[in-house]
């Protein structure tokens, strides 16, 4: 399972740390990523890890704000969101990515095979 948290309500440049806890599965067998849903829209990529090969990928429009990182310990994933906009508001998932499907399919949500229940990010202007 994974149970993401973190999500909160923040002022417009402000900063959160989401987590995704992860049990019954380690994280470093499957690539790990982070998608959001805003009200009214599909759900879109965010950010993914791929442990075996030292990547990272970011949506263009959180790259250089956006870091995600994994503690294999802790068998968690992290997000650290920083300079954060409005348009950053959304229902932020955690899912993960069997090694068996291709490293090239990032974005597509259908790619990804197990999801947690999202956390809210709020961002006030």
């Known amino acids: 399972q994974l149970q993401a948290s973190g999500g909160g309500l923040v002022q417009a440049g402000g900063s959160l740390r989401l987590s995704c806890a992860v049990s019954?599965?380690?994280?470093?067998?499957?690539?790990m990523g982070w998608f959001r849903q805003a009200p009214g829209k599909e759900r879109e990529f965010v950010a993914r890890i791929n442990w075996s090969a030292g990547v990272t990928n970011y949506a263009a429009s959180v790259k250089l704000r956006f870091t995600i990182s994994g503690d294999n310990a802790k068998n968690a994933v992290y997000l650290q969101m920083n300079s954060l906009k409005p348009e950053d508001t959304a229902v932020y998932y955690c899912a993960t990515q069997p090694l068996w499907r291709s490293s090239l399919q990032v974005t597509s949500v259908g790619y990804y095979d197990y999801w947690g229940q999202g956390t809210l990010v709020t961002v006030s202007s």
């Open positions: 019954g599965r380690s994280i470093t067998n499957y690539r």
